[in-house]
Nanobody, 120 residues
Framework: QVQLVESGGGLVQAGGSLRLSCAAS????????MGWFRQASGKEREFVAA????????YYANSVKGRFTISRDNAKNTVYLQMNSLKAEDTAIYYC?????????????WGQGTQVTVSS
């Protein structure tokens, strides 16, 4: 129903910044909540940030509060994750996800992921 494609990953030095993008296609809707998740090597996938369809409701994991910012542009069917003050522990594959309706609940659609590597 919905296809998601992440971009913007790469190699960055500790303390630097990076912006990830997630483009939605297919049968998209402005009623979709969007989220970012990440999975480091040897670790379970964890929640990073989420934003409601209107952009009013936003949630962040404690580990990224004050450093990461999630936003969306519904006209472009795109959600962003601005990452500042990056640390080596932020190294992971970052995934974009979507669900219809409320921001809380199971996410039904997932992208393929984009690698973020922070060097120290």
């Amino acid at each position: 129903q919905v296809q998601l494609v992440e971009s913007g990953g790469g190699l960055v030095q500790a303390g630097g910044s990076l912006r990830l993008s997630c483009a939605a296609s297919g049968r998209t809707s402005s009623s979709y909540a969007m989220g970012w998740f990440r999975q480091a090597s040897g670790k379970e996938r964890e929640f990073v940030a989420a934003i409601s369809d209107s952009g009013v409701n936003i949630y962040y994991a404690n580990s990224v509060k004050g450093r990461f910012t999630i936003s969306r542009d519904n006209a472009k069917n795109t959600v962003y994750l601005q990452m500042n003050s990056l640390k080596a522990e932020d190294t992971a594959i970052y995934y974009c996800a979507a669900r219809y309706g409320a921001i809380l609940g199971r996410y039904d659609y997932w992208g393929q992921g984009t690698q973020v590597t922070v060097s120290s």
